[in-house]
C-alpha cells in the first residue's frame, strides 16, 4: 500500500542513514522498524491486561460456623 507519511527531519536523516548502512530501501526498514513497535506494544498491552488476583490475606480463626445459617441468624438477632 502507497501511503504519505510526514517524519521529523532526524527521523528521516536516521532512517536514510540506516537504509545505506543496510543496503535496504527506506521503505524495508520503515516497515520493519513500525511492525517491530506494534508487535512490543501489543506485548505489554497484552501484560498489562493480565487478569487480577486478589491478595489472600489471612483474617484468622472464624468466631463462629457461617455455615451453620440457624446460628449466625441468632447471633445477628442478638446483635
Same mark, same amino acid.
Given at each position: 500500500?502507497?501511503? +504519505?507519511?510526514?517524519?521529523?527531519?532526524?527521523?528521516?536523516?536516521?532512517? !536514510?542513514?540506516?537504509?545505506?548502512?543496510?543496503?535496504? !530501501?527506506? !521503505?524495508?526498514?520503515?516497515?520493519?522498524? *513500525?511492525?517491530?513497535? *506494534?508487535? !512490543?506494544?501489543?506485548?505489554?498491552?497484552?501484560?498489562?491486561?493480565?487478569?487480577?488476583?486478589?491478595?489472600?490475606?489471612?483474617?484468622?480463626?472464624?468466631?463462629?460456623?457461617? +455455615?451453620?445459617?440457624?446460628?449466625?441468624?441468632?447471633?445477628?438477632?442478638?446483635?
Amino acid at each position: 500500500m502507497r501511503t +504519505t507519511l510526514n517524519l521529523d527531519d532526524e527521523v528521516a536523516a536516521q532512517l !536514510s542513514h540506516r537504509a545505506k548502512r543496510e543496503g535496504r !530501501s527506506m !521503505s524495508r526498514v520503515a516497515n520493519e522498524l *513500525i511492525r517491530d513497535a *506494534i508487535r !512490543s506494544r501489543r506485548q505489554n498491552e497484552t501484560e498489562a491486561l493480565a487478569p487480577y488476583v486478589p491478595p489472600v490475606i489471612d483474617t484468622g480463626r472464624p468466631l463462629m460456623d457461617v +455455615t451453620d445459617v440457624a446460628e449466625v441468624l441468632d447471633v445477628l438477632d442478638g446483635a
